[in-house]
């Protein structure tokens, strides 16, 4: 059965996925709802008590095993499938049972989503005449995803200008008095009313005066001061491909700590600086290492914690990593951020991210707003 969706690019992407996976010698794949089963087929499941698995053998029709509620959005499918479909009464392990014997799976070896894919199915997929040994496939995966084509990379540029929007909207909001959650609760409505998809990236940090010394702060109850640097890391999504971007406010009545503002002139030269590595053949270990020269340079090394960046797409964090030792070439339409932070203990931090894209000849910046040290309150 087949949708009326435009199947070209996934029908490509499918095409792709099986020569990827014939490489391997493996019979095929096993996915489960999440972004490698977006990019498959536009279709999008919950992840829950109720099993779905996408199993797409090198040859032959690819088989889904949904539960019956999913049956009309499971039609769909831009390609051609075979539906094995269970009730709540039922369970789903015949139908399971029925998917994998049509598969003539048992026996063989199937990959699967290492770092997604639950005891719930490989035990389902376990139960089927011994069942199929599995391998993790993430890397199968991760090969496919990592260059973005055409319209991946506008969706992500509208993620970039529905965030920038939002965060200009959030900017009066941040203010002394006001608790990092009611200025996280803020950007989250104006994400939404800026057109973000409703299930963002992720939460949104809010990180004021010495809770910045913590890379992955969580907002708290903790009240904004004259003189604080505030940093704030947020995301929108859009048609599921994501931004992530990060930029320091100092709030308005007193002057910042003078450590911070100079931590900052350092991070924004490190942010620029790794930009500016970024091109076809470059690899993530060298971006990494021109941000990290610049902060080690100044002094500051011991305080920066992390890599360097993350790839960026229908994931917040993918491949490729801006690290060190990551020496895969880059290509044209790998998307990731170049994000370097200090984080000084008792005091603060900052951290200023941006999401770039490999061309052909360089990279390209999607992010546009000021990188400066952002005064508001």
Not at 248 to 273: C, I, K, T
Request: aromatic share 6%.
């Amino acid at each position: 059965m087949s949708g009326d969706t435009d199947s070209s690019p996934y029908e490509e992407r499918l095409s792709r996925l099986r020569r990827a996976v014939a490489a391997t010698e493996l019979s095929g794949v096993a996915v489960v709802p999440g972004p490698n089963s977006v990019y498959l087929s536009g279709l999008r499941f919950h992840l829950s008590e109720r099993p779905i698995v996408v199993f797409v053998p090198v040859e032959g029709t690819p088989v889904l095993v949904v539960p019956a509620l999913e049956r009309t959005k499971a039609e769909s499918a831009p390609f051609e499938t075979q539906l094995f479909v269970y009730d709540d009464v039922g369970g789903p392990a015949a139908a399971f049972r029925r998917a994998l014997d049509q598969l003539e799976a048992a026996g063989r070896g199937w990959g699967v989503e290492g770092r997604r894919i639950r005891f719930l199915e490989l035990d389902l997929m376990a139960r089927t005449g011994g069942g199929p040994r599995v391998f993790d496939a993430g890397e199968v995966f991760a090969s496919l995803r990592m260059r973005k084509d055409a319209s991946e990379l506008d969706a992500m540029r509208q993620a970039v200008a529905v965030a920038e929007s939002a965060f200009r909207a959030t900017l009066p909001f941040v203010a002394a008095g006001r608790t990092e959650r009611e200025v996280a609760a803020e950007l989250v409505m104006q994400l939404l009313r800026a057109g973000s998809d409703p299930t963002l990236p992720f939460s949104p940090i809010v990180a004021s005066g010495p809770n910045g010394a913590n890379p992955h702060a969580f907002p708290t109850e903790r009240r904004l001061q004259p003189g604080d640097v505030v940093t704030i890391d947020w995301g929108a999504s859009c048609g599921g491909y994501f931004s992530d971007i990060t930029r320091n406010v100092v709030v308005a009545g007193a002057d910042a700590d003078s450590a911070l503002l100079g931590a900052h002139d350092v991070v924004r030269a490190a942010n620029e600086a790794g930009r500016r590595a970024v091109r076809p053949g470059a690899c993530g270990h060298d971006v990494d290492r021109a941000a990290r020269r610049a902060i080690a340079d100044a002094g500051l090394g011991a305080f920066f914690p992390h890599r360097t960046g993350h790839g960026l797409g229908l994931e917040g964090h993918e491949a490729p990593d801006m690290k060190e030792g990551a020496r895969m070439p880059l290509a044209r339409g790998m998307t990731f951020t170049v994000e370097p932070g200090v984080y000084l203990p008792g005091v603060g931090g900052v951290r200023i991210e941006d999401d770039v894209s490999v061309t052909e000849s360089g990279g390209e910046t999607l992010t546009t707003l000021p990188r400066a040290l952002i005064s508001a309150g």
